[in-house]
T-cell receptor
Framework: NAGVTQTPKFQVLKTGQSMTLQCAQD?????MYWYRQDPGMGLRLIYY???????DKGEVPNGYNVSRLNKREFSLRLESAAPSQTSVYFC????????????FGPGTRLLVL | KQEVTQIPAALSVPEGENLVLNCSFT??????LQWFRQDPGKGLTSLLL?????REQTSGRLNASLDKSSGRSTLYIAASQPGDSATYLC?????????FGTGTRLQVFP
């Protein structure tokens, strides 16, 4: 039981490049989330998926897109990376709603030059 | 707009001390409150979740309390150990999102 896994662990991009961050969970959770963590800002919600087939914007969605590929997988895409997107990205999941305990992956460190 | 504040930002204590971490929030209309631990370069580990109808939750040496009316929660760590060194984050569940504080970085020295 791996819990929540994320790939890659670390990535360096040049401004304007695109990439997809992958997330998978093996706990049969319905809801999945993407957060970013920046110094002094705490964690902020980018997008979430309450259930398979649905996605909704969080607090800071601009510059990102998401895909809930199936119940297990939730990907985050940066179409044209900007230096302001340098951050640590965390994926999380919960049984059903945001109001329940969320379980986090180990994070992806992204540096945009 | 809900705001979550954690004071102090950093704390250094000798091993064996009992300590209290504080979390305050501005909007008392919350579903619940969750405490997390984050080790350097790692993800978040959930420690305790307190429902809005509860006053406290306990897990081992950890005890979390919640006072919705005053907008406060505390995390009490008994008999601290060097292995407790980490950043502790609190987060409140509002209607559709989890709002995080910026954390308290705890160092327990031998």
């Amino acid at each position: 039981n791996a819990g929540v896994t994320q790939t890659p662990k670390f990535q360096v991009l040049k401004t304007g490049q695109s990439m997809t961050l992958q997330c998978a969970q093996d706990m049969n959770h319905n809801s999945m989330y993407w957060y970013r963590q920046d110094p002094g800002m705490g964690l902020r919600l980018i997008y979430y998926s309450a259930s398979e087939g649905t996605t909704d914007k969080g607090e800071v969605p601009n510059g990102y897109n998401v895909s809930r590929l199936n119940k297990r997988e939730f990907s985050l895409r940066l179409e044209s990376a900007a230096p302001s997107q340098t951050s640590v990205y965390f994926c999380a999941s919960s049984w059903y709603r945001q109001q329940e305990t969320q379980y986090f992956g180990p994070g992806t460190r992204l540096l945009v030059l | 707009k809900q705001e979550v504040t954690q004071i102090p930002a950093a704390l250094s204590v000798p091993e064996g001390e009992n300590l209290v971490l504080n979390c305050s929030f501005t909007d008392s209309a919350i579903y619940n409150l969750q405490w997390f631990r984050q080790d350097p370069g790692k993800g978040l580990t959930s420690l305790l979740l307190i429902q809005s109808s509860q006053r406290e939750q306990t897990s081992g040496r950890l005890n979390a309390s919640l006072d919705k009316s005053s907008g406060r929660s505390t995390l009490y760590i008994a008999a601290s150990q060097p292995g407790d060194s980490a950043t502790y984050l609190c987060a409140v569940h509002n209607t559709d999102k989890l709002i995080f504080g910026t954390g308290t970085r705890l160092q327990v020295f031998p």
